[in-house]
């Protein structure tokens, strides 16, 4: 058995750590997607495994409790060949490689569709076939696609939701009329949405906020099949929210349609509803939206990072809680690849690997504890090898994460002022590395980059600590 002992030779000490480093990517973590829960975190590793962190009461997390810890991130089961995965409410779809379908979670109204009204706490499979592609979630009703394009639905359809003509609910995937010619889909609240191999828009659902975009709005309005949105036949992507919505044309054109009663359709106007796509500004180069909860979040094939509407716990990631009414640049980087937003929080990654998450963090989905409102990108706390970060002595103010860790670590400073002194060395006392860096009062991250560095074992000192490892 090894085991290993420090000796403080210094007690000056503000912080210390020891750094392990079993692997080296060209990824600071192994996050490949990350999705929204009603209040959980869902990802997928580059292994091809999945992992959960926040509330579980109803088998969210798909590790076979209702036990929530908000601490550490979970795996979900063992297998490590999942693809795709979507999750809103409180249950989540997923396929694997092989095209099968799973799911997991509250089951209240069939949304898993098994057949049965039972929560499931770990996946289980969706029938036998093993050619979806593709996969959505509404409130209570599930969407997925198939490789020969037909769009198969199932779920609460109190209001058409289901787009199988009628308002009867489904427990097992029905398939949505006879069509085989959909590449697209999306869903979010009490509506789908899919696009067609020719570029035209359909919805379906309810149309009480102009949702559905179809020129028409009002609370008893409702369409039970697929309703074409206008005439256009250059749609590319499509995001569904729960009153508003977005898309992009093959252009690079940006559209918006439903309630703007914050902002959220980006026209710079609050209020009223648009019940056709209105195009958001004149620029061409959009690439991805991700839309919810009456916020907008896109990007640009350049790599930066847009938002805009409901602002009141941060969710435009602005710094600020105030409103928005248009597209507004978080930060100057041009590196992000991915977004993600659903109930007023928002995961974005960027091309290093990195995850971001702003707005609502109420039961650590961001991993920095339950903090209401994040006004600015907080990096998450994701567990991508099993390494630890130990700590020799630390100041209640200074915290190093993540732990277990990867390429890059941040180390956190609540509340310090003064010129602070930087050492990474390995465990011959050699140094790797070495800065001074004044950090103001305040909140402050310090990212350190490992990702040149062979694996093996590392100390991070601050201020002057001077430590020894010993192994026997």
């Not at 939701?161 to 398939?175: A, D, R």
């Not at 035209?200 to 609370?219: D, F, K």
């Not at 630390?394 to 002022?417: C, G, H, L, M, R």
Request: aromatic letters at 10%; glycine letters at 12%.
């Amino acid at each position: 058995m090894i085991s290993y002992y420090f000796i403080d030779i210094m007690k000056k000490t503000l912080f210390s750590c020891l750094l392990l480093l079993l692997s080296f990517s060209s990824f600071s973590q192994c996050i490949t997607t990350a999705v929204n829960g009603a209040f959980t975190i869902i990802v997928r590793r580059a292994d091809g495994t999945l992992y959960g962190r926040g509330r579980n009461d109803f088998g969210q997390l798909g590790d076979g409790t209702t036990i929530t810890d908000y601490s550490t991130m979970r795996q979900i089961g063992t297998d490590n060949d999942w693809s795709d995965i979507f999750s809103s409410d409180n249950h989540t779809i997923a396929i694997k490689v092989n095209g099968t379908l799973w799911a997991w979670g509250r089951n209240n109204e069939g949304q898993i569709g098994n057949g049965t009204t039972i929560n499931q706490l770990i996946p289980i499979q969706i029938g036998t076939d093993n050619d979806w592609i593709a996969v959505g979630t509404g409130d209570y009703n599930s969407i997925a696609l198939k490789s020969n394009g037909t769009i198969w639905t199932w779920g609460k359809n109190d209001y058409g939701q289901l787009g199988n003509g009628t308002l009867e609910s489904s427990y097992v995937p029905q398939q949505v009329g006879t069509d085989t010619d959909w590449v697209k889909i999306a869903a979010k609240g009490l509506n789908n949405y899919a696009i067609k191999a020719n570029g035209t828009l359909w919805s379906w659902g309810i149309n009480s906020h102009a949702q559905l975009g179809i020129g028409t709005y009002g609370s008893g309005d409702i369409r039970t099949t697929p309703t074409q949105v206008g005439i256009d036949t250059d749609w590319s992507v499509i995001s569904g929210g729960s009153s508003n919505n977005l898309a992009i044309k093959t252009n690079g054109t940006l559209w918006s349609w439903g309630s703007n009663g914050n902002g959220e359709l980006g026209i710079g106007t609050f209020g009223g509803f648009g019940v056709s796509p209105i195009q958001v500004g004149t620029d061409t180069n959009w690439s991805k939206v991700s839309t919810s909860s009456s916020v907008s979040v896109a990007l640009k094939n350049d790599g930066t990072l847009w938002t805009w509407g409901f602002n009141m716990f941060g969710q435009v990631g602005d710094g600020t809680i105030t409103d928005r009414n248009l597209p507004v640049q978080i930060g100057t980087d041009h590196d992000w690849v991915y977004i993600d937003h659903q109930n007023n929080r928002t995961y974005a990654m960027k091309s290093n690997g990195l995850l971001y998450g702003f707005g609502i963090s109420t039961y650590n989905e961001f991993g920095n504890g339950a903090i209401l409102t994040n006004p600015n990108p907080v990096l998450i706390q994701i567990n991508c090898n099993n390494l630890d970060i130990t700590a020799i002595e630390k100041s209640e103010e200074v915290v190093a994460y993540p732990n277990p860790t990867s390429d890059y670590v941040t180390i956190n400073f609540k509340n310090y002022q003064r010129k602070t002194k930087f050492l990474i060395t390995n465990v011959l006392g050699q140094v790797i590395k070495q800065y001074e860096k004044e950090l103001p009062f305040g909140e402050n991250n310090e990212i350190i980059d490992f990702c040149n560095l062979e694996k093996g074992v590392y100390i991070i000192s601050i201020n002057d600590i001077k430590t020894k490892l010993i192994k026997d």
